[in-house]
């Protein structure tokens, strides 16, 4: 069993990487990457595989005390440096510290300033009144008006408070790890999450991801500890059932595929897992929390995203393919072209397309995605294989559900809304290199050059169907 990410694969990864990088500029040179690009990219390849290696490496063998400690200091440091040289990048490239084309986030701002006024003249109800019973996305906006209220609208506080969660989603995500697959694969995974450039950049954001992300860890966490711990009582259920509640004011989907995750390992669980007794009172309490749901606004809203699905993709993918600076081939991109790569899209940019800063600064995180891929497909072929599926099943049913839900929407190649289900598969990733032999060395030879070849056919398609090609 490895306990480590070897040097075989992450020095491989990032060669190819730079091979890929310099072939694509080749091949499109009118279209070249802009070197500030590059530089962003190699920073955050180079930073993940070098230091995932290294690190994996060198805290396997301190105390798990001092590894917790070092763990969360390291994502703090890590994330309190992009925070603030993202505050000034974004300041200098754009007039605000915003990043690109920020209209979530000037949403969310300009949204809380008002919340914040609103507690100032106890008149918060108007801000019930405009919600009308519309729950999903406004859970960020009510948390970060009260925040703004505490802080005085300080957008630096604000974001450093990310950094706080997104370091201590590192500590959940190794405490999660460890209870499922053991020390050493739980080490792996959470120094995955806190190197992966994908989660570090939302802590120099606006958006509501870090905070949604936190809130999906720590359900899952609590979930699992719900399910495996011996003692049974009504501390050890509330936890997730509100946490899984909060998901609906965070987005509509994320919410119910929080209980749809909950009632798979009531229905298939391993009997090691959860006895019968104690499966029986928590589907009463499962049914009695969708019951509530069912007979509130937020059953219309699922209701309406589910009908919608299909309509919506096809609609969103009509209207990239003919707006300006679209793509003509958006509107062939499906469901069924983008379910069975889930675990692997987005493909990074690394060409220069117009008004895609926000796609190419995270160039290198998407290609560390893409590699990472391989050991989460191994990971969840190993688990089938071995008929362990029940054990991790609340997990892997969560990740699942949720990418399969995101691969029939009209987001289904934005890697932001890819973040809830991440950490997870950071957790999948590591566990199939803890899984990893030398029979498969050649399996992840070949799976390079898919990786190889689909970046270059992805640089055609964007530039091609711009008609830049």
């Given amino acids: 069993m490895l306990t480590y990410f070897p040097k075989y694969f992450t020095s491989k990864a990032i060669t190819l990487y730079i091979l890929v990088l310099v072939l694509c500029n080749l091949i499109f040179f009118k279209n070249a990457l802009s070197m500030m690009w590059w530089v962003f990219g190699l920073v955050e390849v180079i930073g993940f595989f070098y230091f995932a290696n290294q690190f994996t490496r060198q805290w396997g063998q301190i105390s798990t005390k001092k590894y917790v400690k070092q763990l969360f200091k390291t994502a703090l440091v890590i994330r309190l440096v992009w925070l603030v040289f993202s505050y000034f990048f ?52 009510f948390y970060l008006g009260w925040q703004y209220w505490i802080t005085g609208d300080s957008i630096f506080i604000a974001r450093l408070l990310k950094v706080l969660y997104g370091a201590y989603t590192c500590v959940l995500i190794y405490k999660l790890t460890v209870r499922n697959f053991g020390e050493e694969t739980g080490r792996m995974a959470a120094i995955f999450c806190m190197l992966m450039p994908n989660l570090i950049l939302y802590t120099g954001l606006h958006t509501k991801e870090v905070e949604m992300v936190l809130l999906t860890v720590a ?172 054990e991790y099943i609340t997990m892997g049913a969560f990740t699942i559900g949720y990418l399969l839900v995101v691969a029939n929407s009209s987001f289904a190649h934005s890697e932001r809304f890819h973040q809830p289900a991440l950490p997870f598969l950071m957790v999948f990733a590591a566990y199939g290199i803890s899984k990893m032999t030398n029979t498969q060395k050649k399996y992840f030879t070949w799976y390079m050059a898919f990786i190889f070849v689909a970046i270059v056919a992805w640089s055609w398609f964007k530039l091609a169907g711009r008609g830049m090609a």
């Fill in 90 to 141: 974004y300041t200098s490239m754009t007039g605000q510290p915003f990043e690109f084309d920020a209209g979530d986030a000037l949403g969310y701002h300009n949204e809380a300033i008002w919340v914040h006024q609103l507690i100032n003249d106890g008149n918060l109800s108007a801000f019930f009144t405009y919600l009308d019973g519309r729950f999903s996305d406004m859970g960020y906006t």
């Fill in 219 to 390: 359900f899952m966490e609590r979930s699992d500890w719900m399910f495996r711990n011996k003692n049974f009582n009504f501390a050890e259920i509330a936890p997730p059932i509100v946490l899984a509640g909060s998901l609906f004011f965070f987005r509509t989907v994320l919410g119910a595929t929080a209980i749809f995750a909950l009632f798979t390992t009531l229905l298939f669980t391993s009997t090691k897992v959860l006895g019968m007794g104690k499966r029986v009172i928590l589907i009463v309490w499962v049914l009695l929390t969708v019951g509530y749901f069912v007979g509130s606004r937020l059953s219309t809203e699922v209701e309406a995203v589910w009908k919608a699905r299909e309509a919506n993709q096809a609609a969103s993918m009509e209207w990239r393919s003919v707006r300006d600076n679209g793509n003509k081939f958006a509107k062939y991109a499906t469901g069924a072209v983008f379910a069975p790569i889930i675990f692997i899209i987005p493909f990074p940019t690394i060409i220069e397309t117009p008004l895609q800063q926000n796609q190419k600064i995270i160039n290198g995180g998407n290609y560390v995605k893409n590699i990472l891929a391989f050991f989460v497909i191994f990971g969840m072929i190993w688990i089938l294989k071995e008929g362990k599926w029940r």
